[in-house]
Structures are given as structure tokens and as C-alpha cells.
């Protein structure tokens, strides 16, 4: 399951790096907002596939109720929170949740690197405490360091699930 947390995480995060690449400044804050619920909601539906196909209940984790909480978060004020404190940290937060509840130690050790991550380069509070002024060019650093760790979370959920799908194969020889 590590390789679907991870693809999930890595994903969502490369949509908030992209975004901030490319979308226009109006628009960007709301659609940032919305990949919080969207990443965990498309999780909740890998997961509940997963599941009713391998026969096996995973409703004891907490997909459905992290997307359910993310979804009222964003109806109560998750854009103001994903402006002051940046949208990977949330992100990061639940993933390391999910890791800590599934006992798995790289999604948990992997979002705590993003939620670090996510509060130097995109929260308000933060910078203003490091003194880091938002400007083009230090939102353009902050997009690519985002798009960057999401490559590499991408690439640790292929080797995961390489390492998986072995573990699976020695089992059934």
C-alpha cells in the first residue's frame, strides 16, 4: 500500500508545483485549496478499488474520513489555511497521518520531509519569519522545489511498488 500513498502524495504535490508554475495568481490560491481534498478523495477511491477487488477491507485506516475532513476544511477555510501555511504542509500532514496509522515508515518519513518543505516554501507565517519576501522569482524557486520533491516521491512510489510486486511474486513461487 506504501506505493499508493506515495503515488497519491506525489501526484498531488506535482499538481500544487504546476499550479504554481503556470496558473494565473487570481485563480491560483482557490484551485491549490481544492488539491488537498481531490488527492485524498482520488486515495479513498484507489483504495476502496483496491480493496473490494483483492477481497480485503482497508476501511480501518482512514482514507474516507482524511477526505472527509479535508472536504469540510475546504468549505471552512482551508484556502486561508493554504495560504498562511501552504498547501504541501496540508498535504503533507494527512499523508503523514495515513503513514503513521498503516505503520509505514517511508510515507510517514517522506511527508515529514514535505511538511518541512511545504513551511519554508510556501507558508506566509514562515517566511515572514525568515524574513523571505514573496516575490515572482522566489514563488518560481518555491514551484520548482515543490515540482522537484514531487518527482522524487513519484520515484520512490515506482521502487516501491517494484519492491511490492517482488515481495508478492516470492511469496506465490
Same mark, same amino acid.
Given at each position: 500500500m506504501?506505493?499508493?500513498? $506515495?503515488?497519491?502524495y506525489g501526484s498531488g504535490s506535482l $499538481?500544487? =508545483?504546476?499550479v504554481w508554475m503556470f496558473g494565473e495568481s487570481a485563480s491560483?490560491?482557490?484551485?491549490?485549496? *481544492?488539491?488537498?481534498?481531490?488527492?485524498? =478523495? =482520488? *486515495?479513498?477511491a484507489a483504495?476502496? &478499488?483496491? +480493496?473490494?477487488r483483492l477481497g480485503v477491507r482497508g476501511y480501518r485506516i482512514g482514507y474516507g474520513a482524511l477526505f472527509l475532513l479535508s472536504l469540510a476544511a475546504t468549505v471552512?477555510? $482551508? *484556502?486561508?489555511?493554504s495560504s498562511n501555511f501552504g498547501?504541501?504542509?496540508l498535504l503533507s500532514v494527512g499523508f503523514f497521518w $495515513?503513514?503513521?496509522?498503516?505503520?509505514s515508515q517511508l510515507v510517514w518519513g517522506m511527508s515529514a520531509f514535505g511538511f518541512m518543505l511545504g513551511l519554508v516554501t510556501s507558508a506566509a507565517a514562515?517566511? @515572514?519569519?525568515? =524574513?523571505?519576501?514573496?516575490?515572482?522569482? +522566489? &514563488? @518560481?524557486? +518555491?514551484?520548482?522545489?515543490?515540482?522537484?520533491?514531487?518527482?522524487?516521491?513519484?520515484?520512490?512510489?515506482v521502487w516501491s511498488m517494484l519492491d511490492e510486486n517482488q515481495r508478492l511474486t516470492s511469496i506465490v513461487r
Open positions: 506504501n506505493s499508493t500513498n $506515495l503515488f497519491a $499538481l500544487i =508545483g504546476l491560483q490560491n482557490g484551485f491549490i485549496a *481544492l488539491v488537498v481534498p481531490l488527492t485524498f =478523495g =482520488g *486515495l479513498w483504495t476502496a &478499488m483496491r +480493496s473490494s471552512a477555510g $482551508l *484556502l486561508v489555511a498547501a504541501l504542509t $495515513l503513514g503513521w496509522r498503516e505503520r514562515v517566511r @515572514q519569519i525568515f =524574513g523571505i519576501v514573496e516575490t515572482t522569482r +522566489s &514563488m @518560481q524557486v +518555491s514551484a520548482y522545489i515543490t515540482t522537484a520533491f514531487a518527482v522524487v516521491v513519484i520515484a520512490t512510489a
